[in-house]
């Protein structure tokens, strides 16, 4: 995996594009809001100046409701603006989102390899989740709470410029102040960020492992490990929370020194008959509603430094570049797929290496058997093979074509594998068949199924292809899951196919089942086949036999077979089966 690009926020503009109608109309709305809560202390300031002048009560009742029209006006408004703030937010962010998941998808096992899903999560929701305010309410409040102020100022200064400069000069200053510390607690928000992300990480990996985590006895040190992630959150939150929140408590002070600072003013040119009651409370009135933009303002400069953070992680995310790239060749020829390792050396970490200059063919219908030891490096083989990693040197060719100059989708759609982990998603058993592919039709997969011997299986299940299945394969067994693999795999009809054979304890029935489906499915392909038991390797044409990474053996089955010095013929003799694994 490698990093790019320098972070800019420029970018978040491409997911407000999409929305810019319905932004539009939030900020005509904020305006007309704006405009009726300017309205309505000159309202009051009327109604109060009326009375005090012993005026008629029907202009009263007219003032009063004026009053209560905009007050119902300004209160509808205020709903439409957060239902639509809320509606542009969910609309950008799950842009965002889909965006994050689909290069997740695509970054290379070296990154996984160092992620938990949780971890994974809380980047592709929980950032994006901290941005969502940003994307919906930033630009509007900031400008929302702009226009509030120029409205109420300018017309302070209309009334009286004295105390119109006070309450200036207030404004500026907070601003100013907000303006100086925004980004005071991006750093430790990011922090707070990461902490998250690496809670549910835990979280998610020991629920994942909770049978082993159960049997162990392990909950009591699972539960420590638990609360010492919880306290690293919470430390790094409070420091977030305490700086971001720095910014907020200067306008307070600045705002309380001001609001005593008008009054007195106020009061003063009231008592010496220059301004009246109704433009006294007037004053009053626009000075404590100056505290809602600056407030507002302070709310948002907090905010910002959340989905700053949230950015940074999430633009750190789409920088990070697949070190698998796809080639450009579409087409491999048709038919079962001929293999070459032409001195394939490949390594996960640089220190150690795990394959060693592998030299083998295998021509189109060919099958081959590999065997080796615990951790000799078959796995290895087999991920290279569909290039979930780069090989550290040497070419590997499907179809005599070099996996590197093919693009992705058209090696996967002609090479299949079946692995011995077989992953199952929430849904029904045709969409674990298919993986969603409505495309294909009930009728194939039941003469798919048929073919393989499968269909007695399926229709054990209490619902066919409807019945559900549970996330994660605990609703299946051992067996039962290799057998669904295999069917999914068959489904697409692959023209090279990799089997990691179940080393598992299948009943004689079900291994049967699963001897003539794997027949079945190698028929018209190639096969690779890592072997867990010496029945499998007699239907296979070669043998490999790997040890440390490196080939110790490969040739014909049956030559090996006849030669005592082979470590094929030292199996038959020995019948030692775990020497297989
Ligand atoms: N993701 C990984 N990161 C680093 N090293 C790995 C990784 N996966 C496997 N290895 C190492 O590579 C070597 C070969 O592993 P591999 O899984 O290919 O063996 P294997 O022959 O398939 O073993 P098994 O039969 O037990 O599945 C081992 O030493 C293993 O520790």
Redesign the pocket.
Known sequence: MQQSAKPSMSWLLKYLKPVRGRLLLLLILLLASTGAQLVNPQIVQRFIDTAAANGIVSSLLVLAGIYLVFAVLNQILTVAISYLGNDVSWRATNQLRGDLLKHCLRLD?RFH?LKTPGEMIERIDGDVTNMSNFFAMFIIKVIGSFVLLAGILGYMFTINWPIASVMTLFTLASIGAMVFIRNLGVTSSKDERGASAALFGLIEERIAGIEDVQANGNVPYVMNRFYRSMRNVFLKGRKAWMLRVIPWNTTVVLFAIAVTAVLMLGVHYFLTDQISLGTLFLIYQYTQMLNDPIEQLGDQVQEFQKAKSGMLRSQELLASRTEIMEGTQTALPDGALGLEFDHVHFS??PD?P?LHDITFTVRPGERLGII??????????S?VLLRLYNINSGTVRVGGIDIRDLKLEALYRRVGMVTQDVQLFDGTLRDNLTLFDGSISDDYILGTTERLGLKQWIDSQPEGLDTHLKAGGASLSAGEAQLFALTRVFLTQPSLVILDEPSSRLDAATEAMLQSAVDQLMQNCTGIV?AHRLSTLEQVDHIMV?GD?RILEFGEREVLAKDPTSHYAQLLITGREEDL?
């Open positions: 096992m390899n996960y970490n150690k795990v080796g030891r615990t951790g000799s490096g078959k796995s290895s083989l991920r890592i790997l990474g694994a």
